[in-house]
């Protein structure tokens, strides 16, 4: 008899572990608790889908950080290159962006959803909206709410891709964690990642602030572990704090040096193209009758949100000591208290222990139920990789599920 399989949740890793299941012959019954599928893949559509990344294989393997090994089998059988070819079949082209980033031509994710959904209709994937799975019932069943009551659910094989715990409305809730634990499966607490952070600025300063940009600046952090970051790139002011791309990139190291000391200082050079040598032999010309704010602007192009942070850094004594401004330009510490909430995290740390999954990504404990996508305990900066891994994962458990299909009917 053609087996069944469920796979309960539809983002890019459910999907895809579909579309390999599908494409087998596998008959495939996918649950969603919302009322369609692809929504955070859609919402990620919104600022630029940033599919892949285009850099070195080995450093993009680099970005699982902790989790590189667990990951590399999984992602060398679905690479950037496999990524965007799996995606020109679907009749959508990309392209490499200047920073190496991988986007669809029309830098959005409705195309491609569309296109996928209709393939995977094709193939026979059966949709069932508004279901949400619950829990298992006494037999291992699967226990599903729906509009019109509950329902049980046998299948041969299960896939989870229930996804992390951020933009809840989306679909992601992070519920199924409890669910697990109950039934004695491991699973590291969730935590925000590429996410914002709190700085303890003055009101004054968030007022005049939030929502401004500063481009082109080099972060560094060295934790009480002695690891290291030191990038250049971009962030935001936010109403309680900083975000942006260079921010999310350091969250993790951010995150872990809060939960063990509480705050966390970071430093940005605010001129990372000048010295300190240079930027003294600037600021101690002549400036007859400028006011001091002029000459900095004039003198070293400071001014807005920079010299904000400046004021925010230094007291009025400091700010007559050109040396200590120079200093401060160079190095001006920020001083973070707190990740913002995991709901408005880009992304979610922890999840699936990868010491409950076999290589095939099946739980050890329940034979035939595999785990796919950004549930997995691993996390990675913005660029591209997260959505690489949710799509290699969920191939890979839809393999791993028809192999293990496969060698029951033996
Ligand atoms: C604003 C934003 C922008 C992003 N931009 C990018 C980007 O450009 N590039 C990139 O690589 N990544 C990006 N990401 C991250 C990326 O979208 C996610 O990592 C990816 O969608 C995770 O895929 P997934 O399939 O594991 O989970 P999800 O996409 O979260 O899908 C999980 C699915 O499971 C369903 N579900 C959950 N619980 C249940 C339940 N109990 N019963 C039934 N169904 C359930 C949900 O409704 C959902 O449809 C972005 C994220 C956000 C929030």
Redesign the pocket.
């Known amino acids: 008899m053609n087996p069944v399989v469920a796979i309960?949740?539809?983002?890019?890793?459910?999907l895809m572990a579909a579309d390999v299941l599908s494409h087998a012959g596998v008959k495939v019954n996918l649950?969603?608790?919302?009322p369609s599928?692809?929504?955070?893949?859609l919402?990620?559509g919104?600022?630029?889908?940033?599919?892949t990344h285009a850099e070195d294989w080995n450093l993009f393997l680099s970005r699982y950080a902790e989790q590189e090994h667990k990951l590399t089998p999984i992602l060398n059988a679905f690479t950037a290159d496999n990524l965007r070819t799996w995606a020109q079949e679907l009749g959508v082209d990309t392209f490499v962006g200047s920073s190496g980033k991988i986007f669809p031509v029309s830098m959005k994710a409705a195309p491609l959803l569309r296109a996928w959904l209709h393939r995977l209709r094709m193939q026979g994937v059966n949709f069932h909206m508004r279901?949400?799975?619950?829990r298992w019932d006494g037999q291992d069943n699967l226990v599903?709410h729906f509009p019109e009551g509950e329902k049980v659910v046998h299948a041969d094989a299960v896939i989870f891709?229930?996804?992390?715990g951020?933009?809840a409305r989306?679909?992601?809730?992070g519920?199924?964690v409890h669910e697990f634990h109950k039934k004695g499966i491991s699973v590291l607490p969730l935590k925000p990642t590429n996410c914002g952070f709190d700085v303890l600025f003055s009101p004054l300063f968030f007022e005049r602030f939030s929502g401004e940009p500063i481009k082109s600046i080099r972060a560094k952090f060295v934790d009480s572990q002695g690891l290291a970051f030191d990038e250049m790139g971009e962030l935001v002011m936010t109403e309680t704090g900083i975000e942006g791309s260079l921010i999310y990139q350091l969250s993790a190291l951010l995150r872990e040096e809060l939960s063990r000391k509480g705050s966390a200082i970071m430093y940005l050079d605010l001129m990372p193209h000048q010295t300190f040598e240079q930027l003294l032999g600037k600021l101690t010309q002549p400036r007859a009758k400028r006011s001091f704010s002029t000459h900095l602007k004039k003198q070293l192009g400071i001014d807005g949100v920079k010299a904000g942070l400046l004021r925010e850094a230094l007291s009025k004594n400091e700010m007559n000591d050109l040396a200590i401004i120079c200093r401060t330009l160079k190095a001006l510490p920020l001083k973070t208290i707190a990740p913002r909430p995991i709901d408005e995290a880009?992304?979610t740390a922890g999840g699936m222990d990868f010491e409950a999954l076999n290589e095939a990504l099946m739980l050890r404990q329940a034979e035939g139920v595999f785990c796919?996508?950004?549930?997995l305990d691993w996390e990675a900066p913005?660029?591209?990789?997260?959505?690489?891994a949710?799509f290699a994962t969920?191939r890979w458990a839809g393999l791993g599920a028809l192999a293990w299909l496969k060698n029951k009917e033996k």
Do not use: Q
């Open positions: 309960i949740g539809g983002g890019p890793a459910g649950y969603d608790s919302m599928v692809g929504r955070k893949f919402m990620a919104k600022s630029g889908l940033n599919l279901h949400r799975w619950i599903f891709a229930l996804g992390g951020s933009w989306l679909g992601s809730t519920e199924w880009i992304s796919a996508g950004e549930m913005t660029g591209g990789y997260l959505l690489t949710c969920g």
